[in-house]
């Protein structure tokens, strides 16, 4: 079977310093997991890079998943090689000639980056002995040699181990890879923002896991099920995450009973907040992350945002917060996360929504309607009613 060699780019963690091993070799394993059903592949670290070895009929299929994984700068699908300038004159020959057959004309440049400094030529030096070798096969068939408006670029990679010539590169989601820098409780709803917010944390290099609050008596089980199916979509990402369902419909009839009109939906995210706080501290995870951004709607004005986040003691991560809609959208539909959030279904927040939700709420009326309510109580019956749902389970 022949193989292939691929050719992993990563992205910041050349910036890391001291903290570099820890980030490649996260990426390294993360890589792993991704292809962990195919047969006969290696993945190893050369200086700078990261390598793969596959065979010729998963190549397409590995880069098409590396794709999804965070830390990848970008991709190639290569060949190893002697560093001779027949052998990769020969290769360049033959994949441009199946070029020329379909365009007729081409222009074309070789491109050496040399890491092994060891190495008797000079990447100019070894562009021109490759490149001349192939015009002087070619140049009667319409190609010519164009450096900075090439159809068609042959890379060469000359490194202290091994020599990988290419021709193609994919772009990766780049950012730092999954579980580089701790893990996080996202609060996700099934609407467009959240499963963003989420995904924009595991490009930082985060473990995200999703806590759903549920309001199944009031809204049937549809959101349930789609949030189920937005958190698989996004741990595909990263593997390894967990679905927290809480239920929240007694929560929010006690609110609806016993508070004030127009701050229901600040009351509301205090307890989501307090909910996924106790949990994260009891999983050791290091911030909440929401899908809020300043002004998007009543409950987001920076009073409301301060209103809510006060009361818990930890990081609340906001990626979304100074992006528009628009932006957002663009993104969720980049992630696949669009289609299944604009399935018609309602969130617990728009039940028992008051005619007018406050823009101001003032923290010490939210405390005064926090004490005509067993809060306490009903978070903690809410904690231990909680479903806890394995995402790589549903793979
Ligand atoms: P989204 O599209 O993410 O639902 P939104 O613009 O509808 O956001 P809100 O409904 O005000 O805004 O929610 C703000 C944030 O609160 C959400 O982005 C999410 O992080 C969290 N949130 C809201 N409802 C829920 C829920 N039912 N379960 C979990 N988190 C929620
Ligand atoms: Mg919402």
Redesign the pocket.
């Known amino acids: 079977m022949k193989t292939k060699t691929l050719l992993i780019r990563y992205d910041e963690i050349g910036l890391k310093g001291r903290n570099r091993r820890h980030f490649e070799n996260q990426l390294v394993s993360n890589i792993r997991y991704a292809l962990r059903d195919l047969k006969n592949i290696k993945i190893f670290k050369i200086h700078g890079r990261i390598l793969g070895r596959v065979d010729l009929t998963d190549a397409e299929k590995c880069t098409s998943r590396l794709t999804q994984i965070p830390g990848i700068a970008s991709i190639s699908i290569g060949n190893s090689m002697e560093p001779d300038f027949d052998k990769i004159a020969q290769l360049g020959i033959s994949l441009i000639q199946s070029k020329l057959q379909v365009f007729g004309k081409l222009k074309f440049c070789v491109r050496t980056r040399r890491s092994n400094k060891s190495f008797p030529f000079t990447s100019k030096e070894f562009d021109f002995e490759v490149g001349s070798r192939i015009m002087e096969a070619l140049s009667s068939n319409g190609l010519s040699v164009d450096i900075n408006g090439a159809d068609f670029v042959l890379e060469v990679e000359i490194g202290p181990q091994e020599t990988i010539v290419f021709d193609n590169r994919v772009s990766g989601l780049k950012g730092l890879p999954v579980g580089s820098s701790g893990q996080v409780l996202?609060?996700?709803?099934?609407?467009?923002?959240?499963?963003?917010?989420t995904f924009k944390l595991m490009t930082r290099g985060c473990r995200v896991h999703?806590?759903?609050?549920?309001?199944r008596t009031f809204l049937g089980r549809g959101?349930y099920d789609k949030?189920v199916r937005l958190a698989h979509t996004l741990n595909r990402f990263q593997g390894g995450g967990k679905l927290y369902v809480?239920s929240?419909q007694d929560i929010q009839v006690a609110i609806r009973d016993h508070c004030t009109d127009s701050n229901r939906?600040v009351l509301?995210?205090r307890m989501?907040y307090r909910i996924?706080h106790a949990l994260a501290e009891l999983k050791n995870y290091q911030g909440l992350?929401?899908?809020?951004?300043v002004g998007?709607?009543a409950?987001?004005t920076l009073k409301n945002l301060m209103a809510v986040s006060c009361v818990v003691p930890m990081s609340i991560l906001r990626p979304?917060i100074g992006m528009n809609?628009q932006e957002?959208i663009m993104h969720a539909k980049q992630i696949g996360t669009y289609d299944i959030?604009i399935e018609p279904q309602l969130?617990?927040?728009?039940v028992f929504m008051p005619d007018h939700p406050g823009t101001s709420c003032k923290i010490k009326y939210l405390e005064a309607d926090e004490r005509l309510y067993p809060w306490e109580e009903l978070m903690s019956s809410a904690l231990d009613s909680m479903e806890t749902i394995n995402l790589d389970d549903l793979d």
């Not at 999703?210 to 309001?215: A, L």
């Not at 992350?289 to 951004?293: K, L, Q």
């Open positions: 996202s609060l996700l709803s099934g609407g467009i923002d959240s499963p963003v917010s999703s806590m759903f609050f549920d309001n959101g949030v809480i929240f939906v509301y995210r989501m996924a992350v929401t899908g809020e951004s998007q709607v409950s987001q979304l809609k957002i959030s969130d617990c927040c728009s």
